[in-house]
């Protein structure tokens, strides 16, 4: 099982990534600004209790932050409580991505050490440049568990150089969605998926995005159908 836990809200693009963010898209919705970051009114949720039983119950997933960027610099301030929830809720598993992992290093916790065993850290990176820009800090870093993120995926991405089997848990890949939703071709999918295979990395392909290319014919794939086509292809890899 798993819930989500976004303990601020609001980000900033920072790369060829963020074009089409969905977070602005949905705020854009309700007449809100992203690029303001804002606390959240559940940011203590994993705290909280139901009379003697915990809100979250224990061996949940908490996928965390997915309105915001963990690393964001507007929260700064706020961060350090996260940390101690996440370690006060050693019984849940947390999950963040980020698109700042070089800023990660200076902002862990004094009692961090080689990791929190319960937490997962996931960088995103949508093109070539960005893969060459963020994996090395990524690899660099004291993280039990590492995952990385393709997607939106923009080009074709040679991860060869960084999918040592020890520091890297799983690979990530997925197409963009919503208006204005930029091609995510086939190809591209395979090429990541097979270099996974070669060092038994385990690899999921999670969603095809709005536009999805194969054999050089471009597919418009609804909203609600984008997952569920992803897993009908059966890319999905482990050892």
Not at 173 to 191: F, K, Q, T
Not at 217 to 232: F, G, N, T, V
Request: net charge neutral; charged share 30%; hydrophobic share 35%.
């Amino acid at each position: 099982m798993s819930v989500t836990w976004n303990p601020w809200h609001g980000c900033r693009r920072v790369s060829e990534g963020c074009r089409n963010c969905y977070v602005y898209r949905i705020d854009a919705k309700h007449g809100k600004e992203s690029a303001e970051v804002t606390l959240n009114s559940d940011f203590l949720l994993p705290l909280r209790r139901v009379r003697d039983a915990w809100k979250i119950e224990s061996g949940e997933s908490v996928y965390t932050c997915f309105s915001s960027d963990f690393l964001i610099e507007d929260a700064d301030e706020w961060r350090p409580d996260v940390w101690r929830m996440m370690r006060e809720r050693s019984d849940l598993h947390f999950i963040f991505f980020t698109k700042r992992i070089e800023r990660l290093a200076s902002l862990l916790p004094d009692d961090w050490g080689e990791g929190y065993p319960n937490v997962t850290v996931g960088c995103t990176c949508e093109n070539q440049a960005r893969a060459d820009e963020r994996l090395p800090i990524f690899l660099s870093l004291p993280l039990p568990r590492r995952v990385i993120v393709c997607e939106p995926l923009l080009g074709a991405i040679d991860l060869s150089p960084y999918l040592d089997r020890h520091l890297v848990s799983e690979v990530s890949v997925g197409g963009e969605s919503g208006d204005g939703a930029r091609v995510c071709d086939l190809d591209w999918v395979l090429g990541i998926r097979r270099a996974c295979e070669k060092a038994a990395v385990p690899f999921s392909f999670h969603q095809t995005g709005a536009r999805f290319r194969r054999n050089g014919k471009i597919y418009d794939i609804p909203r609600h159908l984008q997952h569920e086509q992803a897993k009908r292809a059966n890319l999905d890899w482990k050892k």
